[in-house]
């Protein structure tokens, strides 16, 4: 007997603009509560927003929070219509995800770190260096890793690049996915 394999797919994120801001990692405890890692800059801010949508066995459900406390170095949590160990299980690791629209309007020269993953750099002198994998968050300021190619179909090496707007960063075009620096490569 030949089996057809066939794609299975996700159903779509039930909001436009999907954006993951922390995840479920497991129960605490046999009345429901959860822990969650955060995904926001500041921790708490994931308990600003609600509701949140999480996929369950290839389904959206959209969760409500009724209570949350820090517990040492982690969050917990209490969803609205769990009450056991067994339902709160059933929830690790998902993802909760909130509409892009509810995060908070950014001033000139802030941009999300989402927005930022994989765009293009581009030296002043119009000379492409590569993409952004990723953001470092340091104490003096944020670090873009961007994995510079020989050419553009080459591997060649990370490059780190402080995010100072105005100093190193030139300009950010979130359009057309471009961030402009004045920075040498081989600094």
């Known amino acids: 007997m030949k089996y057809d394999k066939k794609t299975i797919t996700a159903p779509p994120p039930p909001v436009p603009n999907p954006i993951v801001i922390g995840k479920i990692i497991g129960a605490y405890g046999v009345l429901g509560w959860i822990r969650i890692i955060s995904f926001t800059e500041k921790s708490d801010s994931i308990f600003f927003y609600n509701p949140y949508y999480i996929m369950i066995q290839s389904t959206w459900k959209s969760i409500y929070l009724d209570k949350w406390k820090l517990l040492g170095k982690r969050y917990i949590a209490k969803i609205q219509e769990i009450s ?104």
Request: some cysteine.
């Open 84 to 187: 056991n160990r067994e339902s709160a299980q059933l929830l690790n690791h998902c993802e909760m995800i909130i509409d892009k629209t509810q995060l908070p309007h950014l001033n000139i020269d802030e941009y999300y770190w989402k927005d930022l993953i994989g765009c293009t750099v581009i030296t002043i002198q119009g000379i492409f260096l590569g993409n952004i994998i990723s953001i470092i968050e340091t104490t003096a300021n944020d670090v873009l890793v961007v994995k510079m190619y020989q050419n553009k179909f080459t591997e060649m090496k990370n490059c780190l690049i402080p995010f100072l707007i105005k100093r190193v960063i030139k300009n950010v075009n979130l359009v057309i996915r471009t961030v402009t620096v004045d920075w040498d490569p081989n600094f």
